[in-house]
């Protein structure tokens, strides 16, 4: 399980917590937002987004940053389960692609308190329609982040949370999340030609 518990960097402005030094660091990389930051003060939500141009594919990488009062396992399910149903594929044509997961989602649950959250992230990631949901735990009065565990984690899915680390400047060098998936695209195109010439040679005989 990986887990962040580090001093504040000498750079940040005295008195940033570890939620204003994410939302300051994706910024840096090009998410942006339509709401004001009064919004998050006073609501307790806001969202980054940022538009992702993967081979001849559109997609999209978001943050959400939700503010709860306490958090369980019944909560992460069910916030887990509400937001890939938002953002799932819902078109003919994002059906079609969703093979590819061009939508990411981090959710960032900031929480109240000073009680660190130590149980494992990694059953609540999903994989639907095309989007991958990560959840994040954040709590800034004790500076704690914790995310899923990115060595158990192949595939599409673990570019995704490395990509995270390099944010939280544990990776030093930046992160390609979307490697896996122009890779899986060429396989597919691949294995589509494939059956086409396969398809042309039965038709010729």
């Known amino acids: 399980m990986q887990e962040l518990k580090a001093e504040k960097p000498i750079e940040?402005?005295?008195?940033?917590d570890v939620v204003t030094r994410l939302m300051d660091r994706i910024r840096e990389e090009g998410f942006t937002t339509g709401q004001p930051i009064e919004e998050w003060q006073q609501?307790?939500?806001?969202?980054?987004?940022?538009p992702e141009k993967i081979s001849v594919a559109s997609g999209e990488t978001i943050?959400?940053?939700?503010?709860?009062p306490e958090l369980n396992e019944r909560i992460l399910r069910q916030?887990?389960?509400?937001?890939?149903?938002?953002?799932?594929?819902?078109?003919?044509?994002?059906?079609?692609?969703?093979?590819?997961?061009?939508?990411?989602?981090?959710?960032?649950?900031?929480?109240?308190?000073?009680?660190?959250?130590?149980?494992?992230?990694?059953?609540?990631?999903?994989?639907?329609?095309?989007?991958?949901?990560?959840?994040?735990?954040?709590?800034?009065?004790?500076n704690q982040v914790l995310y899923p565990q990115a060595e158990e984690r192949v595939g599409t899915v673990s570019p995704r949370i490395e990509y995270f680390q390099y944010l939280l400047g544990e990776l030093r060098e930046s992160v390609n999340m979307h490697r896996a998936t122009v890779q899986a695209f060429?396989?597919?195109?691949?294995?589509?030609?494939?059956?086409?010439?396969a398809v042309g040679f039965s038709l010729v005989r």
């Open 12 to 16: 940040s402005p005295a008195g940033t």
């Open 43 to 50: 609501f307790g939500e806001i969202i980054f987004r940022r």
């Open 63 to 68: 943050f959400i940053f939700t503010r709860i």
């Open 79 to 142: 916030t887990s389960e509400a937001v890939v149903n938002t953002y799932k594929a819902k078109s003919f044509q994002d059906k079609a692609l969703s093979i590819l997961q061009l939508t990411t989602v981090y959710h960032c649950l900031v929480v109240d308190g000073d009680q660190p959250y130590n149980d494992s992230l990694d059953a609540f990631i999903v994989r639907r329609g095309g989007a991958t949901f990560l959840p994040v735990v954040l709590i800034p009065e004790i």
């Open 186 to 197: 060429y396989i597919s195109v691949a294995i589509v030609l494939v059956l086409l010439i």
